[in-house]
């Protein structure tokens, strides 16, 4: 059984930085992609970043383009969100969750495409 955690949400002041981890565990093949979402208050939940774990390819939505950074570490079987520049419109619930079809070639955002989630972690960028 698959099962997704993350960790690493908290309180951060606009213009700050924030790390977020998720483990990925119980998936038995090497390639498929893990990602990373957000919900709002009030707003449907939104791609932000993802990442196949064989070649590491990557994908983000523009909104978070070049300030936050998304990273595997296959050692740890962990994938690391790392947000910079935050801004008081990235406060959100952050999900992650795995497309066990996935690969290489193929990164979906949407959320249905993405089989197993996390509970999430509650990221608030205060002014």
């Known amino acids: 059984q698959v099962h997704v955690a993350e960790s690493g949400g908290g309180l951060v002041q606009a213009g700050g930085s924030l790390t977020l981890s998720c483990t990925v565990s119980?998936?038995?093949?090497?390639?498929?992609?893990i990602g990373w979402f957000r919900q709002a208050p009030g707003k449907e939940r939104e791609f932000v970043a993802c990442?196949?774990?064989?070649?590491?390819?990557?994908n983000y939505a523009d909104t978070v383009k070049g300030r936050f950074t998304i990273t595997r570490d296959s050692a740890r079987n962990t994938v690391n969100l790392q947000m910079n520049s935050l801004k008081i419109d990235d406060t959100a619930v952050y999900f992650c969750a795995a497309d066990l079809d996935g690969s290489d070639y193929y990164l979906a955002w949407t959320p249905s495409d993405y089989e197993d989630w996390g509970q999430g972690t509650q990221v608030t960028v205060s002014s």
């Open positions: 990442i196949s774990t064989s070649r590491h390819t990557t």
């Open positions: 119980g998936v038995t093949f090497r390639t498929y992609v």
